[in-house]
């Protein structure tokens, strides 16, 4: 799959603009090409829409990273049921016995596994818990290994792999999560670029207008330049990013937009005096009155919306 030339937050500012420049103009596309209507625009801003409602990549990984956190200290007390295996291997065979047995219950694998190499994990258990069944004769010798460990590191391993198994359950969820997420967004930008390749064709001799489609123009407008508009950032009262609210300014055809994974909006709107509105799913409804925008100028106006009870 082909890298979009932008960051994802700028796609999701970007596209409502492309496209309301498209519906600005959309007497000309049409005389260009019949089927050109506005239902155009609204399959593109659904897949652009598709796109945004996919979780992002801190939604997907929160369950992974949970299982982690509770997979850490489990990963730690293995590893210190592993290292009283070695001392009984040290005792039970030597200086002589001691390195190969050692590597026979995957030495190789410790240093591995304390990085989190998660595959080095479920061989240094695997190997260990075959040493200990092949070899339990001779470590619990001299009253050497307790009786009892085999059946301890045998519960440490146990607990290990049933969180390793989950927590690369979540980590195989989060990787079609996230090509998913892209396979939209590469969706929701060719559904535009094709649009605007037509756009180059039907103004190839205006390059003021033809400039409109560019996205090298549309991501100087979402990063602070341009024509009139508003842009900000939106977060949660307890500081968190406001990611998925919807934001519209009312009076302005198409001015609606969903804020991306960074609490980022951006729309483009005439000179004037509006109120914007923000709604989103667990919020409390915010309206943010009499906000100026002049002329060439892309008004920043931030916010802060609350949870609702």
């Given at each position: 799959?082909?890298?979009?030339?932008?960051?994802?937050?700028?796609?999701?500012?970007?596209?409502?603009?492309?496209?309301?420049?498209?519906?600005?103009?959309?007497?000309?596309?049409?005389?260009?090409?019949?089927?050109?209507?506005?239902?155009?625009?609204?399959?593109?801003?659904?897949?652009?829409?598709?796109?945004?409602?996919l979780p992002d990549d801190q939604s997907r990984g929160g369950?992974?990273?949970?299982?982690?956190?509770?997979?850490?200290?489990?990963?730690?007390?293995?590893?210190?049921?592993?290292?009283?295996?070695?001392?009984?291997?040290?005792?039970?065979?030597?200086?002589?016995?001691?390195?190969?047995?050692?590597?026979?219950?995957?030495?190789?694998?410790?240093?591995?596994?304390?990085?989190?190499?998660?595959d080095a994990v479920t061989r240094l258990i695997?190997?260990?818990?075959?040493?200990?069944?092949?070899?339990?004769?001779?470590?619990?010798?001299?009253?050497n290994m307790p009786t009892t460990f085999p059946a301890?590191?045998?519960?440490?391993?146990?607990?290990?792999?049933?969180?390793?198994?989950r927590f690369l359950s979540f980590k195989n969820d989060e990787r079609k999560g996230t090509e998913a997420k892209e396979a939209a967004n590469a969706a929701a930008y060719a559904a535009w670029q094709k649009v605007a390749r037509d756009a180059d064709r039907i103004w190839r001799r205006q390059p003021e207008q033809r400039r409109y489609f560019e996205m090298e123009y549309l991501l100087g407008l979402v990063r602070g330049t341009g024509q009139a508009g508003i842009r900000g950032v939106l977060t949660r009262a307890d500081g968190g990013v406001a990611a998925g609210v919807t934001v519209t300014v009312p009076g302005v055809p198409d001015a609606t937009t969903v804020t991306d994974e960074d609490g980022r909006f951006a729309l483009a709107?005439?000179?004037?005096?509006?109120?914007?509105?923000?709604?989103?799913?667990?919020?409390?409804?915010?309206?943010?009155?009499s906000v100026v925008v002049s002329a060439g100028v892309k008004k920043r106006v931030d916010g802060v919306v609350e949870k609702a009870v």
């Open positions: 799959m082909a890298k979009l030339p932008m960051a994802q937050g700028d796609l999701y500012l970007v596209l409502p603009l492309a496209w309301q420049a498209y519906r600005d103009n959309q007497a000309a596309f049409t005389a260009y090409r019949p089927a050109y209507t506005d239902q155009v625009a609204v399959a593109g801003l659904a897949l652009l829409k598709a796109a945004q409602d369950a992974g990273e949970k299982t982690r956190r509770e997979l850490l200290p489990q990963l730690i007390e293995y590893l210190d049921a592993w290292v009283r295996l070695e001392g009984y291997i040290e005792a039970a065979y030597g200086e002589t016995g001691y390195k190969p047995m050692r590597e026979e219950a995957g030495s190789k694998f410790y240093e591995a596994a304390s990085g989190e190499n998660w695997t190997n260990a818990r075959g040493f200990v069944k092949d070899h339990l004769a001779e470590l619990t010798a001299n009253d301890e590191l045998e519960a440490e391993a146990q607990d290990a792999e049933k969180l390793i198994e709107v005439p000179a004037g005096t509006y109120v914007v509105e923000l709604r989103g799913a667990g919020f409390k409804p915010l309206d943010i009155a």
